[in-house]
């Protein structure tokens, strides 16, 4: 086994040659291609699970007016769905951050649309709150209101789910939520190959690393860039937008979630 115990001199792991640090690298690629070949078998055991059929009639809000939820599979056969948290009342700034994060991930699903795959987010605050905020934030894809809408589609708000269907026939396929979200995060990926991660206080770091902090601590930013969760901070991809400014208050009158 490939020697690479922390230098206890600097606190942080050794500096070595080309040739040693090719082994170290080689012995870690084993364990992430056992790793990936878990990950497929996990996938062909998701695509046996079984399904629920529900009413695709079942009405949802969005930019065209009360669609059949049918409708969100655009004509394809499958569908995937982000569940967006939402603040009733509050302005842009206010709403979910972790919500916000993921949405940005896929701002355009062109390539989910060459497989085969429809994707749209719905949420449960009122589309006329909705409407401007996915204006802001320059999404491509569709966004739909389910407010008060009584028939199962799924998991709770912040989840991804899918959906498969058969004519006019609907079936809920899977569903997740928490850091089951993390595969369609690629920042969250791209960060765990660097040298410092996430920076989250839970990570195992070489003694000397720097001190983490709180999980997600690098999600709201005020508008000097720092990372700050209070009544002067955006979820951070909102700093990009067109007409974004320092803000006083989140706003929040209340939330469905």
């Known amino acids: 086994m490939t020697t690479t115990s922390t230098d206890p001199a600097t606190g942080r792991p050794p500096v070595v040659d080309l040739a040693t640090w090719a082994a170290a690298r080689d012995e870690l690629l084993t364990r992430e291609k056992a790793h990936t070949?878990?990950?497929?078998?996990?996938?062909?055991?998701?695509?046996?699970?079984?399904?629920?059929?529900?009413?695709?009639?079942?009405?949802?809000?969005?930019?065209?007016?009360?669609?059949?939820?049918?409708?969100?599979?655009?004509?394809?056969?499958?569908?995937?769905?982000?569940?967006?948290?939402?603040?009733?009342?509050?302005?842009?700034?206010?709403?979910?951050?972790?919500?916000?994060?993921?949405?940005w991930q896929l701002k355009d699903a062109v390539y989910l649309n060459a497989r085969g795959v429809s994707f749209a987010v719905v949420t449960e605050g009122r589309w006329d709150e909705v409407a401007p905020f996915v204006e802001f934030m320059g999404y491509t894809v569709p966004w739909y209101s389910v407010r008060d809408l009584a028939a199962p589609v799924g998991d709770d708000m912040g989840s991804v789910v899918c959906y498969l269907r058969d004519g006019d026939r609907t079936f809920l396929t899977y569903a997740t939520t928490g850091r089951g979200n993390e595969s369609s995060v690629s920042s969250f990926n791209l960060l765990d190959l660097t040298p410092y991660g996430r920076g989250e206080a839970w990570q195992d770091n070489p003694p000397g690393w720097p001190e983490g902090n709180d999980p997600c601590w690098y999600w709201r930013l005020d508008a000097d860039g720092n990372a700050v969760w209070g009544e002067t901070s955006r979820p951070a991809p909102q700093w990009t937008r067109p007409g974004a400014t320092p803000v006083l208050t989140l706003g929040r009158a209340g939330h469905h979630h």
């Open 37 to 103: 070949r878990e990950g497929d078998a996990i996938a062909a055991a998701r695509r046996r699970l079984p399904m629920v059929e529900f009413d695709g009639t079942v009405r949802v809000t969005g930019a065209d007016g009360p669609v059949p939820f049918l409708d969100l599979f655009q004509g394809r056969d499958e569908l995937l769905v982000y569940k967006h948290m939402w603040h009733d009342g509050a302005p842009h700034q206010g709403q979910c951050e972790g919500c916000t994060l993921w949405a």
